[in-house]
């Protein structure tokens, strides 16, 4: 009886803890959209530091970024093109490299990255200013950290990942095709048709809208995570931990959820 | 000392709890408050900043962030900062703990001539540490 009890309980605690995460994840995020819509927020330096948060998450990477985009493309190509050809399919090759490729892999695979290299530096660093009381130095001063410390953090994940993924996408989509006719113009054509019909308007939308989701996930619970980081140097690994594991499962639910949109 | 800490909003506090932006210069320190509390632009901002810290003797640190700086000039920002705000009260909480590399009753006492601003300037200290103040 004691032992379903303590279930029950831990269970319970388990819920009311998702939701007050969930809460202050949504409460962070109509802050952050009021502070973008406040005419206050918008001046040069706020666009300074915008400019400078896509310049370390976007500009940085871009070569690291595009020699594993380049590897990991040439390598599902490669299995997508020997399994075709294997089972007599090299026929619908263009567009299983298109759906795969363009619209799962490499978004999902941008978010990971992003998430890895500046969402855990995102999450370590509020972490920091939190457990060093720079917060509450900013609180001291009625200096709001919104348009400076996290608004340029947010939009600069979402136009990052956006444009990451769209490199990422161009790329693959120029591979696939190196891949199945070489350098011969002959399949342009055909190509490009097999795009235009999977790639319509509405794909291209939500494709533009989940990178965004992923964008804003990589970005926005890192802050929040950092934000309840309890005042304990030692406690920083720990908000890291559960802040990259937050963003791992909402990157998955999104991915999950744009799937069982487009093909169920 | 505790009571320090929660005086009101008249009161601009420097001390040990309230640290700099680890990652910004001691100008992007100071210009903050004016950038983002009273809506001035960039330059605006960053020119009172810079006012603030050549008034204080000091103008080279500007390019300075937090963990290259010396403990005096570290001080400094954060008096810059807290003089910015333009609160009739300033409190300089336990200054022992960030000067610890000048004699400070000096140190702080030449910084008040220097900074000539109106309005008062206290210190809270440890009652051990009154000899240091009659020298």
């Known amino acids: 009886m004691n032992f379903l009890a303590a279930s029950i309980e831990s269970i319970g605690a388990k819920i009311v803890r998702g939701l007050a995460v969930g809460y202050g994840l949504l409460a962070f995020l109509t802050e952050a959209l009021l502070a973008l819509l406040d005419r206050n927020t918008w001046n040069r330096a706020t666009f300074d530091v915008v400019v400078k948060q896509i310049y370390f998450t976007a500009v940085q990477i871009l070569p690291v970024f595009l020699t594993y985009v380049l590897v990991i493309s040439w390598l599902i190509i490669t299995i997508i093109l020997t399994t075709a050809r294997d089972f007599g399919l090299s026929a619908f090759a263009s567009e299983m490299t298109i759906r795969v490729l363009v619209l799962e892999l490499l978004p999902f695979l941008t978010a990971l990255y992003i998430a890895l290299r500046s969402g855990s530096a995102i999450n370590t660093e509020i972490a920091l200013m939190r457990v060093n009381n720079e917060l509450d130095a900013l609180a001291h001063c009625k200096v709001p950290p919104m348009p400076f410390e996290f608004l340029p953090r947010l939009i600069s994940g979402v136009i990052s990942v956006v444009a990451l993924a769209s490199l990422a996408c161009l790329l693959a989509v120029l591979l696939g095709y190196l891949a199945i006719y070489g350098l011969n113009a002959s399949g342009f054509e055909y190509y490009t048709r097999t795009i235009s019909k999977i790639l319509d308007f509405k794909i291209v939308a939500g494709l533009f809208f989940k990178c965004a989701l992923f964008g804003l996930a990589v970005t926005a619970i890192p802050i929040t995570a950092g934000l309840e980081t309890p005042k304990k140097l030692f406690m920083v690994p720990v908000s890291v931990l559960r802040g990259m594991m937050k963003v791992f499962f909402a990157i998955m639910v999104i991915e999950v959820v744009s799937l069982a949109l487009k093909y169920i | 000392m505790a009571a320090v800490a929660e005086l009101g909003d008249d009161v601009a506090r ?122």
């Open chain 2, 14 to 135: 420097v001390g040990f709890d309230l640290p700099l932006r680890a990652n910004l210069s001691a100008l992007d320190n100071i210009a903050l408050i004016p950038l983002y509390q009273r809506h001035y632009g960039a330059a605006e901002a960053s020119q009172q900043a810079q006012a603030l810290l050549t008034l204080l003797g000091h103008a080279d640190i500007a390019s300075l962030r937090d963990p290259d700086m010396t403990p005096s000039q570290r001080f400094v920002t954060q008096l810059a900062r807290a003089l910015i705000l333009k609160r009739p009260r300033l409190v300089i909480d336990r200054p022992g703990a960030t000067l610890y590399d000048v004699p400070y009753p000096r140190f702080i006492r030449q910084l008040a001539d220097q900074a000539n601003t109106i309005g008062t300037w206290e210190i809270f200290d440890f009652s051990w540490n009154q000899a240091l103040y009659s020298e």
